[in-house]
């Protein structure tokens, strides 16, 4: 089973109605334990970084992800589900994150509109499991404000042009995670879903 992680800022019901779908056994879980029992996390997410953080730790499932990811059990992040991973945000002031994987989070500063929101696509720099049948310069939905910087190039998976060239997913070991929203990007997102559901089963 995969856990959908509930912390009241996820767009959950699109997450699952996805996977189930794809014929995805995925259920919106809120509790520690259920996390430790399910076979993978997929942890989605909208707005402010500050917030999200603050909503997993009154919920005390912070240690649990960070323990769950590290013991090798696959994690999808979302948006936020992304960002969170990495050491600071610089939103609202520097903000503290899960610091699995180091960089920070910044801000667009172009001349283009903030927040970037709609279409665009993902040109693949290594190609992650997820990926499988997906074309390279597929088309994804944005929403966001912010965009990660890993200090670690390698673990960079894909990359989108707005304004400037910013990393919009990566993958390291166990861990897949997409700044785009799959669950809102039609027929192709749904097949990341699928995806991410056989790199569970073989994990």
């Not at 019901?13 to 189930?20: I, Q």
């Not at 917030?51 to 013991?71: F, P, Q, R, V, Y």
């Not at 990495?86 to 899960?98: A, C, H, W």
């Not at 699928?194 to 994990?203: D, Q």
Request: positive net charge; contains cysteine.
């Amino acid at each position: 089973m995969i856990a959908i992680i509930d912390y009241g800022m996820g767009n959950l019901r699109s997450v699952e109605k996805g996977f189930l779908k794809a014929g995805i056994d995925a259920r919106v879980v809120t509790m520690p334990r259920e996390i430790n029992n399910a076979d993978a996390i997929v942890l989605p997410g909208v707005g402010a970084f500050r917030d999200c953080i603050a909503n997993l730790g009154k919920m005390n499932l912070i240690e649990t992800i960070i323990n769950s990811i590290k013991k090798g059990k696959p994690y999808l992040g979302i948006c936020l589900g992304l960002q969170i991973l990495f050491s600071e945000s610089e939103e609202f002031g520097i903000q503290k994150g899960m610091n699995l994987l180091k960089g920070k989070v910044v801000r667009f500063r172009s001349s283009l509109k903030v927040p970037h929101m709609g279409w665009n696509t993902v040109k693949l720099v290594k190609k992650p499991p997820v990926f499988n049948g997906i074309d390279d310069n597929s088309y994804f939905y944005f929403v966001h404000s912010f965009y990660v910087k890993p200090d670690d190039e390698e673990i960079v998976s894909g990359t989108t042009d707005y304004g400037i060239n910013f990393t919009s997913m990566v993958w390291k070991d166990n861990i897949i995670a997409t700044q785009f929203h799959p669950e809102k990007s039609q027929q192709t997102g749904l097949k990341i879903l699928k995806n991410f559901g056989e790199f569970v089963k073989k994990a």
